[in-house]
Structures are given as structure tokens and as C-alpha cells.
């Protein structure tokens, strides 16, 4: 089991009802959801700011695609699902 630690945070009344909610509906404890939000939080959080430093590295390093360049691809692949969608496909 992997170690844990306590901490303390503050949320709004209607979040603790909300907590309450769940807690009751699911059987688990406050505690044991907190955590999960919690840790799903930060996980997501994460991965997007990796992402955000992966893409300031690729634009500091000249590892971009011109506006105009992207635009043309976005609408092609667009135009081509609307005439799959209509049949013309």
C-alpha cells in the first residue's frame, strides 16, 4: 500500500453536501473520495503543463507549422467528413 499523508483544505459548503452526497450514494468515505478527486486533479494538471512545455520547447526550437499550413489541413480533413457524412464519400 503506498504511503499517505494527511491535509487539510477548505471548500464551500454546497462542495461538503456535494462530498456528503457521494460519500453516502457510494459507500466510501469523504476522505477516500477527496483523495481520488484530488489526485486525478493533479494528474490531469500535470499532463497538461508537460504538454504546454513540450510545445514552448518545440516553438523555441523552430518545430512549428505555419498558420495558413495547419488551417488547409484542419478544413481538407473537415471537408472530408461532412461529404463522407452527406454520402459524396
Given amino acids: 500500500m503506498t504511503a499517505s499523508t494527511t491535509m487539510t483544505i477548505r471548500v464551500s459548503s454546497e462542495t461538503k453536501l456535494k462530498l456528503e ?3 453516502a450514494d457510494t459507500r466510501r468515505s469523504k476522505s477516500f473520495l477527496a483523495a481520488e478527486a484530488v489526485s486525478a486533479y493533479v494528474d490531469r494538471e500535470l499532463e497538461i503543463i508537460e504538454g504546454i512545455k513540450r510545445g514552448m520547447a518545440d516553438a523555441a526550437a523552430g518545430r512549428v507549422v505555419p498558420h495558413d499550413e495547419a488551417m488547409a489541413e484542419i478544413d481538407a ?3 472530408a467528413a461532412e461529404a463522407k457524412r452527406a454520402g459524396k464519400a
Fill in 77 to 79: 480533413i473537415i471537408e
Fill in 21 to 23: 452526497r457521494i460519500a
